[in-house]
């Protein structure tokens, strides 16, 4: 059965997919050891361009096409194959380090250094360019990604395929590529749709929910790729308000009445989403954020604080293979009974809890190697199931303190050193 994804993907390519005739590569959809045969010599012919430019530009769409009727295992063949067969000859790598090794003068290491770096450039790069190549071509390959991670995680052989169409991605979604977009409740139905589909902190729950989190005090940006125009990539919501809130409700709360943006004196970043798993690994938040600050600094001075009001998605996991140390409430308990163990074990969390240098906990490890730090815990922040299921409840605010960000990053990236407020200090010393 097609999955929706797929189903998005053949809508996507529908603009280069073949009529038909004899450009069609037609393939059983489990990809049998014989059609396997008949798709490599395609792809053979499409990487060594044989027969011209045009001709490999008609296999690819051919072959791309055919990627878009296997089922799940003739997927995971083709990826492996492009693995196995397609990556870099290893006899050509190990003649240019020889050449490399042998060369003399600036002239025949510079010839060398081109012939190696060559060489390690895996063939399969070739018919991924190409698919890149034609309208609807980057979003495929950006679901066609989710599709491989899918498949890494029980074939650690397609790594290296992995790794490298990352590579690409992360050349062709530079941020210098991407424009920053305020998305209004007066922007295309079809995006706001995808506000309401890719929202991943706090599920949006309805079109009069979307209208609040758009309406007074409120703003929402996203990054846009033009060869995706009508996609958001990440977006993030913001609420201006009076004070760093120590509450998720109350931002959720439509009916309340709301700060004006020209009397708010803090900028609340309250969600952000990514909106497509095939861009796992490639930078795009640390940008926004700091783009963000740079655009409603300038446009609201009188804004002074630029924070999150945060999930601990780890928490509740690690304390719960903690020692029996803690005495972990349960929602009938009186939770106030345990306050201020719990605040101490999730201040202990957020600045221990390492997988080597990085935070543990993934939106402290986003937050940190963006320039934050962490300033306050809050209690019973988020009532709700998640937040429950997740952190007890407890959410954290990081703080984006401009003069801070870039020492506070590099700190991070090179010691793992956690950024926190006096006020987290005293309650991770228990005082």
């Not at 990054?223 to 998720?248: Q, T, W, Y």
């Not at 506070?408 to 006096?422: K, P």
Request: charged content about 30%; overall charge negative; some cysteine.
């Amino acid at each position: 059965m097609v999955t929706d994804r797929f189903e998005r993907m053949v809508r996507q390519v529908r603009g280069w997919r073949p009529a038909g005739g004899n450009d069609a590569l037609r393939l059983d959809p489990a990809l049998p050891e014989a059609d396997l045969q008949r798709l490599k010599r395609e792809i053979d012919d499409c990487i060594s361009a044989r027969g011209g430019e045009v001709a490999s530009r008609r296999r690819a769409q051919a072959i791309g096409t055919a990627f878009l009727e296997l089922d799940a295992d003739g997927r995971r063949r083709m990826f492996e194959l492009l693995a196995q067969s397609y990556d870099y000859d290893d006899g050509a790598v190990d003649l240019a380090v020889a050449e490399l090794t042998a060369s003399g003068t600036a002239r025949e290491r510079s010839v060398a250094v081109h012939t190696l770096r060559e060489a390690t450039r895996p063939r399969y790069e070739r018919l991924l360019r190409r698919f890149n190549s034609f309208n609807g071509g980057l979003p495929f390959l950006v679901d066609l990604r989710e599709d491989l991670l899918d498949h890494r995680r029980n074939d650690p052989g397609l790594s290296n395929l992995d790794l490298d169409l990352r590579t690409m991605l992360e050349g062709w979604f530079d941020v210098g590529l991407l424009e920053l977009r305020e998305i209004t409740w007066q922007s295309p139905a079809a995006l706001l749709e995808k506000l309401i589909e890719y929202e991943a902190v706090h599920a949006i729950e309805s079109w009069d929910d979307l209208r609040g989190r758009l309406g007074t005090g409120r703003r929402c940006f996203a990054f846009i790729h033009p060869a995706m125009p009508g996609e958001p990539l990440i977006f993030v919501e913001v609420a201006l308000e009076r004070g760093i809130p120590i509450s998720l409700p109350g931002l959720l709360d439509h009916q309340r009445e709301r700060t004006a943006a020209s009397a708010a004196d803090t900028a609340v970043f309250y969600s952000i989403s990514n909106c497509h798993r095939g861009l796992a690994g490639v930078s795009l938040g640390d940008f926004l954020i700091k783009r963000v600050v740079e655009m409603l600094s300038a446009e609201l001075p009188n804004l002074k604080h630029f924070v999150t009001l945060s999930p601990i998605p780890g928490f509740r996991d690690w304390l719960e293979q903690q020692p029996d140390t803690h005495t972990i409430p349960t929602q009938l308990d009186d939770l106030d009974l345990h306050r201020d163990e719990m605040l101490h074990a999730a201040a202990t969390y957020l600045a221990t809890a390492k997988r080597k240098l990085r935070a543990a906990d993934p939106v402290a490890h986003f937050h940190l190697s963006n320039g934050a730090h962490i300033e306050r815990l809050n209690w019973r922040a988020n009532p709700s199931g998640a937040g429950w299921d997740r952190s007890l409840g407890i959410m954290v605010n990081y703080y984006y303190r401009i003069k801070g960000i870039e020492e506070n990053h590099d700190r991070y990236l090179a010691e793992g050193h956690v950024a926190m407020s006096d006020g987290m200090k005293k309650l991770l010393e228990g005082s």
